[in-house]
């Protein structure tokens, strides 16, 4: 009996396959996706929009001049709304953290490009998975860089503490970098190999913080800038490190390379790290961004965004840390 009803579902599932499309059947295989049989269809259909969405991107994208390039990613079956609550998660203070504003210590000459991965500063990408909390990894891979400046050494450090024991925010559910920073101040942190991630599935977690292991402290954060000024920011990146920042990401969802230089707003809902600059081939200068969503996402977990626009919120928000 039982292996009479796994052949027909098997059968079922083999028409179902047989009747979408084929680059949907191909995304299954490339990123192990399954589904329960009712909701292959629904699946398909989101598949479908987004296929639409992206090629609207391209689109849109070539009429500026952009080099710029939407296709299919891991993130291809799930609607904007989904993608946004488990993928995103910029939720703004609740009251605003007063803190320094980096001033130019003096630097004239910016260099035209610029990458602190050239000078081992920045750690490997990480993932946060279906969690909202990539203002807790931002807030992490600043104080990495920030250590590292300030010390010599880069650590690895828990993401996972500050989604589930920062009170003054919401750990799946979002938050922003001034609080993070603030709970660090406070209690120091940890590193991952002592508190390892485990919110990937959207569950917050009890704080379980062991001030005996803690390894990194911080003495504080200051804005890059409260003006947008990204030539501030560059000064900033080059004498203070990396930035933490928040950003609109939601055609994120579907880059797969080249510079942005449009189909980007501003409205902030996630949180990234700065690491560098350059200029492309066309004469676009971009920014280098390090996302949290994984190296098969991407350029290997970064994307590039043009300078000088403020494209998606880019200067709204950029912090770095004290030590």
């Known amino acids: 009996m039982k292996i009479v009803l796994l052949l027909t579902c098997l059968l079922a599932l083999t028409f179902a396959l047989d009747n979408v499309d084929p680059d949907f059947v191909q995304f299954m295989m490339k990123y192990d996706k399954s589904y329960a049989l009712e909701e292959l269809n629904l699946r398909a259909t989101i598949f479908q929009d987004n296929k639409i969405r992206a090629a609207k991107l391209n689109v849109e994208a070539r009429n500026h001049g952009a080099n710029t390039k939407y296709g299919i990613t891991k993130f291809s079956d799930l609607s904007p709304e989904e993608f946004g609550k488990l993928y995103l998660g910029y939720k703004p203070s609740k009251t605003y953290v007063n803190a320094p504003v980096f001033k130019d210590d003096g630097l004239t000459d910016i260099p035209t490009s610029f990458d602190w991965r050239d000078k081992k500063a920045v750690t490997p990408v990480k993932d946060q998975q279906q969690c909202g909390s ?75 913080y062991n001030k005996n292991d803690v390894v990194a402290k911080i003495s504080g954060f200051q804005y890059a800038t409260q003006s947008r000024n990204e030539t501030a920011m560059q000064a900033a990146m080059v004498t203070k490190g990396p930035l933490s920042i928040c950003v609109d990401a939601e055609t994120w969802q579907f880059y797969t390379g080249g510079v942005i230089k449009n189909n980007c707003a501003d409205d902030l809902d996630h949180c990234v790290q700065l690491v560098g600059w350059n200029t492309n081939s066309a004469s676009v200068p971009y920014w280098i961004v390090r996302n949290s969503w994984g190296t098969d996402w991407g350029l290997e977990g970064y994307l590039w965004v043009e300078r000088n626009k403020d494209l998606c919120g880019i200067a709204d928000e950029a912090t770095y840390v004290t030590i």
């Open 134 to 208: 990539c203002w807790a990894f931002s807030a992490t891979e600043g104080i990495e860089s920030a250590w590292f400046l300030a010390k010599g050494n880069l650590p690895v450090l828990s993401p996972q503490q500050i989604v589930s024991c920062d009170e003054n925010d919401d750990g799946c559910n979002g938050g922003d970098l001034p609080t993070a920073f603030q709970y660090v101040q406070q209690n120091g942190q940890e590193p991952d190999s002592d508190y390892p991630y485990t919110s990937g599935g959207g569950d917050t977690g009890r704080c379980k």
